[in-house]
């Protein structure tokens, strides 16, 4: 295998990376690199015997240090923090979801599959909830089309979008 950056030298370090936070769904990324590319991209990959004892010894504080700060962040209203919820698996009041929101999005990911509520809404019957998924569909079709000066679109999709505002919940 030859190396992804150079394309000179045979591959001798393979970087698997895991990215979680920005992701759809955290699939592993996988780069093949020569060691001369692997040096200079500055990742922690060389030997143990040529890293030697006290450059791991800095790697790992460095890791426990980026763990402690993560853990630091805490909830103004309730004071949890983040090590807490992840030890407890709860957050502590409604705030904790704005307060750790970069946290718990791939989480939601990773359990429902989905980000977007699908399903039933309190209070709304299927007819009101097919409603509503037609009128956000349809303002995006509008601001679609009057971006793209579209504007014949746009009076087309304006007059529909009033009439099914203005119209009560059909049935299917």
């Known amino acids: ?6 394309s000179k030298n045979p591959a001798t370090v393979h970087i698997t990376e895991i ?17 001369t590319c692997a040096q200079m991209t500055n990742l922690p990959h060389m030997p143990v015997a040529q890293k030697g004892m006290v450059n791991i ?6 890791s426990a240090q980026k763990a402690r700060q993560e853990g630091g962040l805490a ?4 004071g949890m923090t983040l090590a807490e919820f992840r030890s ?20 939601i990911h990773r359990i429902h599959n989905s980000i977007q509520h699908e399903g039933r809404l309190p209070g709304l019957g299927e007819d009101q909830l097919h409603q509503m998924h037609q009128i956000t569909t349809l303002r995006a079709q509008l601001e679609e089309a009057i971006r793209e000066e579209a504007y014949e679109d746009a009076a087309r999709l304006r007059d ?13």
């Open 57 to 62: 010894w800095k790697l790992l504080q460095q």
């Open 75 to 78: 909830c103004p209203d309730c």
């Open 160 to 172: 529909e979008l009033q009439d099914l505002e203005q119209a009560p919940p059909q049935s299917k």
């Open 1 to 6: 295998m030859i190396c992804q950056i150079c």
């Open 19 to 35: 990215a979680l936070e920005g992701t759809e769904s955290g699939t592993p990324s996988q780069k093949h690199v020569c060691e």
């Open 88 to 107: 407890k698996g709860r957050l502590g009041c409604p705030r904790d979801y704005e307060v750790f929101q970069q946290h718990l999005d791939p989480l």
